[in-house]
Structure formats: structure tokens, C-alpha cells
């Protein structure tokens, strides 16, 4: 999945990708139906998922049973919403703003128009870009977020839609979870170099919740 730079956090393997997938289309899942879906042994999958829930990307319940027998456990996405809350995910977007506004102290820079909740905002979510193998450059002007060049472009063509999907769900809960007005839109690719088949950009649109009225 990667063009030779180091790939890590939610999104490093493929089955990882899947698994994320699902969680994000529905929410409760059970172990029995990951596997099912995925075709990884229920082991594997445990592994993934604790290592996704480690990282805050993922939540998991007991099951609510009227008959006898013994709760499933369900997992769903962290999505940031009150009945989706990672708390791990919660800390770290306030670890983020704590160290984003250290480095504003230490190396000053031009004030920004979009305040306080959302530069909070651009902070767990750079963190996050970082942590799973990107170096995004953001224009809090434009209100876009420059992947290039994506680590995981070299990847198979067919799983490109499905890795940014779960890649754009994922941002959305760390924006979503570190709370403010900005939103994660859409993950824009440019068409694919003719050298190397792959696409040559990648960018990330966010909006503002006040543009979003109509």
C-alpha cells in the first residue's frame, strides 16, 4: 500500500483498512461478522481492533441482551458524536493543543482568522496526519490540508476508494472529537502521473460549519 515511506498508525495494513471500513458503515459490529466479512481469523481480527481502539479510532460496547446468555461485545467507529466518544481519542486531541500551543509561543507566527477551536482543530488532526505516515502542509486560508505525496499512493489502484473513504472518516472523528467549526469535506486526488501511474497530488478539503447553512 506504500510508495516506499514509512506507513504506520490506523490505516498501515490493508486488513486494518477493511476493518475500519465496516465499523464505519455500520456501528456494533460483532467479531463473528468482521471475520466473516474479511475473511481474517478472529484472532487477527482482535488484534487489529485493539490496536485501533489503543489508538482511539475505535469504540466497543457489551451487548444489550433481554434472553440469558452471555453479552457479545460490539465495536463501532469513533466517530467524536456523544454516543461515539473515544476517550483516549479525547486525550489526545487535548495532548495536541497543548503542544500546538506550546509551538505558537516558541515560534510565533501570523495570527490566524479562523480562532482558537478550530487551530485546535488543525492540531489533533495534523498529529494524527503524521502519526499515520503523512507531512501535511495546511492553508488555514483555503481550508485545505496537502497530503503530498500520499505514502499509500503506490497501492493498489481497486483499494484506493476504500482507503480514502476510511481515511476521510477517520479525520472527520479527530475533528469531530477535538470540537470546533471545521469539518472534514472531501479527499481530493489529482489524475495519475503518466511516469508512474499513481496519483501525482492528494489534498484534503475542510469547511466550516457556519458555510454550510443554506
Known amino acids: 500500500m506504500a510508495n516506499g515511506g514509512p506507513v504506520c498508525g490506523p490505516i498501515s495494513t490493508f486488513s486494518r483498512v477493511r476493518i475500519l471500513h465496516l465499523v464505519q458503515s455500520r456501528a456494533e459490529r460483532t467479531i463473528g461478522e468482521l471475520?466473516?466479512?474479511?475473511?481474517?481469523?478472529?484472532?487477527?481480527?482482535?488484534?487489529h481492533l485493539q490496536r485501533l481502539i489503543e489508538g482511539g479510532y475505535v469504540i466497543q460496547a457489551s451487548e444489550h441482551r433481554t434472553t440469558r446468555g452471555r453479552p457479545r461485545t460490539l465495536y463501532s467507529a469513533a466517530t467524536g458524536t456523544a454516543d461515539a466518544?473515544?476517550?483516549?481519542?479525547?486525550?489526545?486531541?487535548k495532548a495536541a493543543a497543548q503542544r500546538g500551543d506550546l509551538l505558537r509561543r516558541v515560534i510565533p507566527t501570523s495570527a490566524s482568522a479562523l480562532g482558537r477551536e478550530a487551530m485546535y482543530q488543525?492540531?489533533?488532526l495534523i498529529e494524527h496526519l503524521e502519526e499515520s505516515g503523512f507531512e501535511p502542509?495546511?492553508?488555514?486560508?483555503?481550508?485545505?490540508?496537502?497530503?503530498?505525496?500520499c505514502p499509500h499512493a503506490a497501492g493498489r489502484a481497486e483499494d484506493r476508494p476504500m482507503l480514502c473513504s476510511v481515511h476521510l472518516g477517520l479525520m472527520q472523528g479527530v475533528l469531530t472529537?477535538?470540537?470546533g467549526p471545521l469539518a472534514a469535506e472531501t479527499v481530493r486526488t489529482s489524475a495519475v502521473a503518466a511516469d508512474c501511474g499513481v496519483p501525482a497530488d492528494c489534498v484534503v478539503q475542510l469547511r466550516l460549519a457556519e458555510m454550510t447553512a443554506a
Open 35 to 47: 471475520c466473516e466479512a474479511t475473511g481474517l481469523h478472529p484472532n487477527t481480527v482482535r488484534e
Open 85 to 93: 466518544s473515544s476517550p483516549i481519542a479525547r486525550d489526545k486531541a
Open 122 to 124: 488543525l492540531d489533533a
Open 137 to 149: 502542509v495546511v492553508d488555514d486560508e483555503q481550508l485545505t490540508v496537502d497530503l503530498s505525496p
Open 177 to 179: 472529537e477535538a470540537g
